[in-house]
């Protein structure tokens, strides 16, 4: 059996979005500053993209700006608000511990430049509260940054709350909504979002593509300097089969989520239940406030990357947050971020599902996964300790 | 997985000399859960001081499991002498290669067989040269502490 349950990572292209691509290398390839035909049918249609996109976000098309994904949105995102803080006078900006590296790093580069960055703890639900954010505003606060949905644990943050906290104090508020776009209901009004990043290759739709919305009154500071692309905003020649690639997936995941979520909850749930009922592990984040398709689960006793590449062995494919992984030295920091200890955060494996998952595939992961934690824990030492008493548990068995 | 290659994959899937010897003559575990490996190493030796059995535990990734696994391929029935010149860079070789980030599994490898052999003298009451010995260092490949 092969079982892809990496959404969260990267998704298939869906038919239609593929469809919808072509066209636009074979037909209409003119580039859309060009005045003759092609080029003004390809401008025309990309000026369609963005009215589409503009719909589905409830928002107005020239507020959409096309980027190359959801790293380029977030870096724009935050340095423009950034600016427009520094202007003022106002160089601190509110996020949290567990956002992507893509937020974090943007800020880390801003603090270097004399901003103050306040990272707001996350409840070990993996939820940060409205509460927290209004606490933590100061009169100099340019920017409220904040995930919508987690990439690594699935959970999904009050993100209406907390916009309306912004909107209070009259204060910017972004949100990294790559993970929550075609997953939950996304209205950048009704959620009082200034501003938005989003990815299409997160859903079914093609990668190197993705949107910032920002709201007319934000003046943008250009990441990419050039020509006058994007009113000017994001210099290039536009992707076109990529945006309307990404304007039909974006269209079909949204029709499509009520559906979606319903048929995804009871298998995610099993999913659940199945991986708790292994002994001493412990499901990563807020049972309920989660995405539909993202389980994780931290382990006792064993690492992850071992854990993957035999769950690989039997056609599984997911990811984990262990150091070995990451490519780092420290396991993932939104593990860390819920307070799960290194040596747990290092036995982590994230399932996120997608549309087309079964129940037989469900069946067939939690079989996998308990036969395989079994295997490792057997030959693992520190199990071993784990069992005699010598060391502490760190989770209930 | 291109990650690794063929060699560390077959050691990582059906790792050799796993499990422990309750009797052992020199026992030596390296790493500790927080940086996510431990290897523990268990020897029986006998009187011509020669490696009679070896056995391994790991509490790692794949490389961490097949260094091990591969580690222990080397020095089993060799002469003690032997296994104390097992360097990581042979383990390394003998898996045709680790990638860069991989490569202290390697050097745990060797340090649990050092340390094992150390106990083993320590029970005996051999004497030795401490400095042909690793430290003791918790945490030498990772600062989370
Ligand atoms: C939450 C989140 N933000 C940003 C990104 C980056 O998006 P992209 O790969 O389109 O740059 C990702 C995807 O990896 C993500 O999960």
Known sequence: MKIYADNAATTKMSRDAIDAMIPYMEEIYGNPSSLYEIGQIAKESLENARA????????EPRE?????????????????AAKIGERKGKKHIISTKFEHHAVLHTLNKLEKEGFEITLLDVHSNGVVTAKQVEDAIREDTALVTIMYANNEIGTVQPIEEIGKVCREKNVFFHTDAVQAIGHVPVDVQKDNIDMLSLSAHKFHGPKGVGVLYAKKNIFLSN???????????????????GIMGMTVALEKAVANLDNYTVKLLPLRDKLIAGLDKISYSELNGDRDARVPGTVNFCFEGIEGESLLLLLDDKGISASSGSACTSGSLDPSHVLLAIGRPHEVAHGSLRLSLGEDTTEEEIDYIIKSVSEVVDYLRNMSPFWRDLVNGKRPHVFAE | ?????????????????VGVIEDADGVGE??????????????????????????????GCGSAIASSSMATELIKGQPLEEALKLTNKAVTEALDGLPAHKLHCSVLAE???????????????IEYDPADFPEDHDCEHCHVH
């Not at chain 2, 340090?111 to 009451?125: P, Q, S, T």
């Open chain 1, 52 to 59: 589409r996109v503009a719909k589905v976000l409830n928002c």
């Open chain 1, 64 to 80: 959409i700006y096309f980027t190359s994904g959801g790293s380029e949105a977030d870096n724009q995102a935050i340095i423009s």
């Open chain 1, 223 to 241: 990441i990419i300097e050039g020509g006058a692309q994007e009113r000017g905003k994001r210099a290039g020649t536009e992707n076109l089969p």
């Open chain 2, 1 to 17: 997985m291109a990650l690794y290659s063929e060699k560390v994959m077959d050691h990582f899937r059906n790792p050799r000399n």
């Open chain 2, 30 to 59: 390296v790493g500790n859960p927080v940086c996510g490996d431990i290897m523990k190493i268990y020897l029986k030796i006998n009187d011509a001081k020669v490696i009679e059995d070896v056995k391994f535990e790991t509490f």
């Open chain 2, 111 to 125: 340090e649990a067989i050092k340390k094992a052999v150390k106990d083993y003298y320590d029970k005996n009451g």
